[in-house]
């Protein structure tokens, strides 16, 4: 799996991509044995359709692209990826494609040779792509190496993406890019007052932990926080089969965070980074926290806890309280985190809460400018009633159903300590294969925050 681009000096066959409404000016000059193939081929131009033309010989002597119209493309992304899945193994060099979209497309090629094959062979496109030019081609290629790491640990198996194996993926990257790391484990997550993330992790095989990197000496803080339940059961509030399936993917957040911190780093963003994450699972054992019992955040504040199925929001309170002490400019936690957002949003936004409109607007202009959408939801204070149970400070698990993702927002924000802080409840999955999105793990929200770090941080 290569998810680079081909030398520039490689020879290339051209691929010329051409809308709908552009094809007939296109084939005005081209030769006739050329306008013949195109026309016995059908080829129109629709979105997503390849044509490759051989010469007199039999090679191929160039490829069309169909880049559809202007509403096929606004119903979906990464166009090219698919006509890159098409094309046969070969080496190709753009033609035609607009310039404000060859940054994404040219990114969504790279996406498309990823694969998952850690358990199986699979087949991935093979059709390489000379940069276009005016991108910085290196940014995307470690862009895209970043995603790739991210959806390699969410399609991993807990038996394999233990809390111990998080970690030692997070210390993979922590010495790849020189970054201080260390880790608090068991028992030690008491002693240095973390006791939520205990809580929760405690009844499984192997201890909990909270990760911890830091990386940079200049610039503004960032600290960002990624929910790591490698695996979970639901605890004593036991998940059906049906919600469990998918569960591996619940550290989702934390392979999000991780893929946005490689990318800060190998891109020297100057910056002073701290990533957090806590590495869970929720398990059950005679250790179980149970229903209705009342924890101490590190913190101070009570937590009833009445479901333990609604876990990510204990571990993060812990980590999110640890980096606000630490007063970063601007934390950001991620977390598949409920159910409710999937509801309101479906799988392929990624809805966030910030109570910064400058934060808000820079980061929509940015998810939109890199193909990576984003949706802002309301940190609503009217809500704070639904998490206050009256015999504790907070309810980690609301009754009543309503407002989900946006009560456990706010929950989360009790602990943000007054910082700049913004919370993504994401999916972290693509339920249907698409261009560049094979079925399985995914990033999301990642590169829409890379491109808007700079003016958000004032880099």
């Not at 990257?173 to 997550?189: E, N, S």
């Not at 998940?239 to 891109?267: C, E, N, R, W, Y």
């Not at 939109?368 to 204070?381: L, Q």
Request: hydrophobic share 50%; with cysteine; net charge negative.
């Amino acid at each position: 799996m290569s998810l680079t681009f081909a030398d520039s000096d490689t020879p290339a066959i051209p691929l010329h991509v051409l809308a709908e409404d552009a094809l007939d000016d296109w084939l005005k000059n081209q030769p006739e044995a050329v306008r013949a193939w195109v026309r016995a081929s059908g080829f129109s131009g629709a979105l997503g359709r390849a044509l490759v033309i051989p010469d007199a010989a039999g090679a191929i002597a160039l490829a069309l692209a169909g880049y559809g119209n202007a509403e096929t493309r606004a119903r979906g992304r990464f166009h090219l990826a698919a006509i890159a899945a098409s094309l046969p193994e070969a080496c190709y060099a753009l033609h035609g494609l607009p310039p404000e979209q060859a940054e994404s497309e040219a990114l969504g090629w790279l996406l498309s040779h990823y694969a998952f094959d850690r358990y199986r062979a699979q087949s991935p496109a093979k059709a390489r792509l000379i940069a276009p030019a005016g991108i910085d081609a290196a940014r995307l290629e470690v862009i895209a190496a970043a995603e790739a790491l991210t959806r390699d640990l969410i399609n991993t198996p807990a038996n394999d993406m233990s809390p111990e194996a998080l970690e030692a993926a997070c210390a993979a990257v922590a010495t790849g890019h020189g970054a201080r790391f260390a880790a608090i484990r068991g028992a030690d997550l008491l002693a240095q007052n973390l006791p939520l993330i205990h809580a929760v992790g405690r009844a499984a095989a192997q201890p909990p932990r909270l990760i911890d990197m830091h990386w940079g000496a200049r610039g503004p803080k960032l600290t960002l926080v990624g929910k790591g339940v490698c695996f979970d059961t639901g605890g004593l509030n036991l998940k059906p089969a049906a919600s469990m399936g998918l569960m591996k993917k619940d550290m989702g957040g934390a392979a999000t965070v991780l893929g946005l911190a490689q990318m800060i780093m190998a891109l020297g963003l100057p910056l002073r980074l701290r990533v957090l994450i806590p590495a869970v699972e929720n398990s059950v054992s005679d250790l179980a926290m149970r229903p209705s019992d009342i924890l101490r955040a590190r913190n101070g504040l009570t937590v009833e806890v009445n479901n333990t199925d609604a876990e990510g929001r204990l571990v993060l309170a812990d980590a999110l309280a640890l980096g606000a002490e630490e007063a970063p400019d601007l934390m950001i936690s991620m977390a598949t985190l409920t159910g409710a957002a999937r509801v309101a949003l479906g799988p392929d936004l990624a809805p966030y809460y910030t109570d910064d409109p400058l934060f808000a607007a820079t980061l929509d202009r940015a998810g939109a400018r890199v193909a990576d959408p984003v949706w802002r939801m309301p940190f609503h204070t009217p809500y704070e009633t639904m998490i206050e149970p009256g015999i504790a400070d907070l309810d980690n698990a609301p009754s009543g159903g309503f407002a989900g993702s946006i009560t456990a927002a706010l929950f989360l924000r009790r602990f943000a300590g007054g910082v700049n802080y913004s919370h993504f409840d994401i999916y972290g999955w693509t339920p249907t294969a698409a261009p560049a999105r094979p079925k399985g793990g995914v990033g999301m929200g990642a590169r829409a925050l890379l491109e808007a770090l700079p003016e958000v941080l004032g880099l």
